[in-house]
């Protein structure tokens, strides 16, 4: 059965950094197209980075400069750094993938078929 489990969520002050992981299970992900999305409260789902299959990545202008996604192929695991948080960056984060591209854009992200549970990121000011 196939899995995307997100960790590495947690609570830091404005100007800090947190890495989030996703593992995979199930099948081979990074050989596909994968991102990150999240929610706030009272908010809709935001795509915030992609990364194709052959490992370009795109990013929404509210994190460029400052979130990066990667894979690491032989751990099958997707990441995202993300530095100099912000209060705006507050939410649930959710590790997506979909089989079926080959090219994305982070606006596609939430749109994806699979995710994980997601993991919380609060920022205090």
């Known amino acids: 059965q196939v899995q995307l489990v997100e960790s590495g969520g947690g609570s830091v002050q404005a100007g800090g950094s947190l890495r989030l992981s996703c593992a995979a299970s199930?099948?081979?992900?990074?050989?596909?197209?994968m991102g990150w999305f999240r929610q706030a409260p009272g908010k809709e789902r935001e795509g915030v980075a992609a990364?194709?299959?052959?490992?370009?990545?795109s990013y929404a202008d509210s994190v460029k400069g400052r979130f990066t996604i990667s894979k690491d192929k032989a751990k099958n695991t997707l990441y995202l750094q993300m530095n100099s948080l912000k209060h705006e960056d507050i939410g649930t984060y959710y590790c997506?993938?979909?089989?079926?591209?080959?090219?994305?854009?982070?606006?596609?992200?939430?749109?994806?078929?699979?995710w994980g549970q997601g993991t919380q990121v609060t920022v205090s000011s």
């Open positions: 199930g099948y081979t992900y990074m050989s596909y197209c």
């Open positions: 997506a993938a979909d089989l079926s591209r080959l090219r994305v854009g982070y606006r596609d992200v939430p749109d994806f078929p699979s």
């Open positions: 990364i194709d299959s052959d490992g370009s990545t």
